[in-house]
């Protein structure tokens, strides 16, 4: 098993930070049948001020690219992600088209 810590932004809106967590409350199921399905066995999201940070738990053979193409052929999911996107905002070091951004790890006890 790996895991994998990443970075996001929200929109700095208070309605819009709550509208966001309310998603959040009930995702639809086809996007955690598609969570699952790309072999991340848990994944959980926390939220300071408008920075977003996600840990996942991955299989072994999980791969990122992978799971692009499932989401890039999965209408579900792409609406799901239109609808985030509204949110969201892209971290100022992110890559064109880059959402949430692999963080680095830096210190393990």
């Not at 848990?42 to 992978?66: H, K, P, Q």
């Amino acid at each position: 098993m790996k895991r994998y810590c990443l970075a996001l932004d929200l929109i700095n809106d208070p309605e819009y930070i709550a509208a966001y967590e309310r998603y959040h409350e009930s995702v639809w199921p086809a996007i955690l049948n598609s969570i699952r399905g790309a072999g991340i066995l848990d994944m959980e999201i926390y939220r300071t001020g408008n920075r977003l940070f996600m840990i996942m738990e991955v299989e072994d053979d999980f791969s990122f690219e992978a799971k692009a193409e499932m989401d890039a052929t999965n209408s579900k999911v792409q609406e799901w992600e239109d609808l985030m996107w509204q949110y969201q905002r892209a971290l100022p070091w992110a890559k064109p088209g880059e959402k949430w951004v692999l963080m680095d790890r830096i210190f393990k006890l």
